[in-house]
Antibody, heavy 118, light 111 residues
């Protein structure tokens, strides 16, 4: 059974860069079984898919965020990461990492709250 | 605005059955069988309850069932219990530029 854990700063200043890491245990991110994704939940509880990375390194991003998002992977540490540049208050959310299949996410991290301050 | 439409709230008494709807388009719900449902308790991460329209992951109670007709999917909770009180989200694969879309969520209240 997979276990995912997000880590990173809980407070980011507006216009700066948000960086989060997801550490995966119980399975390898080099596995072809999964895409590794990031999803965020706004204060209004809306869920928004941010993007994902496949074991091959192929990435896919939400077009609404694509210009600011980068997802990368470090197979030696079994981790994948999210970078979101030029953040604003609208990026304040709980950020989840998850193992992603076609149409669903079966394992989720506990989530980490990121607040963008002015 | 969420891509999939869910009712804001649904309620029922213990032991009753309730159904939550999730309406999309032929580009998402109606076009694929990649429809999933998540349960979220306060302060917790979403938990996968149903995938591929009606398949339950191991460990999920058989009181939860899913179905789909046209552009609308449904989650039915039978024998409603107090621990079922939570927010529920649907999600679908989509042919749009974003491969994953979510519903706005439905708050289930056990009366």
């Amino acid at each position: 059974q997979l276990h995912l854990q997000e880590s990173g700063p809980g407070l980011v200043k507006a216009s700066e860069t948000l960086s989060l890491t997801c550490t995966v245990s119980g399975g390898s991110i080099s596995s072809s079984r999964y895409h590794w994704g990031w999803i965020r939940q706004t204060p209004g509880k809306r869920l928004e898919w941010i993007g994902s990375i496949y074991y091959s390194g192929t990435t896919s991003y939400n077009p609404s965020l694509k210009s600011r998002v980068t997802i990368s992977a470090d197979t030696s540490k079994n981790q994948f990461s999210l970078t979101l540049t030029s953040v604003t208050a609208a990026d304040t959310a709980i950020y989840y990492c998850a193992s992603q299949r076609i149409g669903y996410c079966d394992y989720w991290g506990q989530g980490t709250l990121v607040t963008v301050s002015s | 605005q969420s891509a999939l439409t869910q009712p804001a709230s649904v309620s029922g008494s213990p032991g009753q059955s309730i159904t939550i709807s999730c309406t999309g388009t032929s580009s998402d719900v109606g076009g694929y069988t990649y429809l999933s449902w998540y349960q979220q308790h306060p302060g917790k991460a979403p938990k996968l309850m149903i995938y591929d329209v009606g398949t339950r992951p191991s460990g999920v109670s058989n009181r939860f069932s899913g179905s789909k007709s046209g552009n609308t999917a449904s989650l039915t909770i039978s024998g409603l219990q107090s621990e079922d009180e939570a927010d529920y989200y649907c999600s679908s694969f989509t042919s749009s530029s974003t491969p994953v879309v979510f519903g706005g969520g439905t708050k289930v209240t056990v009366l």
